[in-house]
């Protein structure tokens, strides 16, 4: 067990993809949106994509702070990138529509 003592801060972003959208589509807007935004943002860590059934999918995304974390999201709505990902999704009025912040407590391996 590791004690975490820092400010990792992971977001969970749930979404449904379009009907006519496929793994494959979102996927390859999963990898821009990697390369061209979050990769160039600080406190990025890294990123899991995460599929459900059907259409329904979640981004991981681990920021080094609570502060990175927010400061990405006023970013992304000027990204090509972000805005594209987010026109294959579904029900979300906005960006930070189902995004939900939690603060790493502890990790185990």
Same mark, same amino acid.
């Given at each position: 067990? *590791? %004690?975490?003592?820092?400010?990792?801060?992971?977001?969970?972003?749930?979404?449904?993809?379009?009907?006519?959208?496929?793994?494959?589509?979102?996927?390859? @807007?999963?990898?821009?949106?990697?390369? *061209?935004?979050?990769?160039?943002?600080?406190?990025?860590?890294?990123?899991?994509? &995460?599929?459900?059934?059907?259409?329904?999918?979640?981004?991981?995304?681990?920021?080094?702070?609570?502060?990175?974390?927010?400061?990405?999201?006023?970013?992304?709505? %000027?990204?090509? @990138?972000? &805005?594209?990902?987010? %026109? &294959?999704?579904?029900?979300?009025?906005?960006?930070?529509?189902?995004?939900?912040?939690?603060?790493?407590?502890?990790?185990? *391996?």
């Amino acid at each position: 067990m *590791n %004690s975490t003592d820092n400010n990792v801060t992971i977001e969970w972003a749930p979404f449904e993809v379009a009907g006519h959208v496929s793994d494959k589509q979102l996927e390859k @807007a999963a990898v821009e949106l990697e390369v *061209n935004f979050l990769k160039k943002q600080d406190g990025y860590l890294r990123r899991e994509l &995460l599929k459900g059934e059907g259409k329904q999918w979640v981004d991981l995304v681990y920021w080094s702070s609570p502060q990175a974390a927010a400061k990405a999201a006023e970013d992304a709505n %000027s990204s090509e @990138a972000f &805005l594209e990902y987010f %026109s &294959l999704m579904v029900g979300l009025d906005d960006a930070e529509d189902g995004i939900a912040h939690y603060r790493q407590v502890k990790t185990w *391996n």
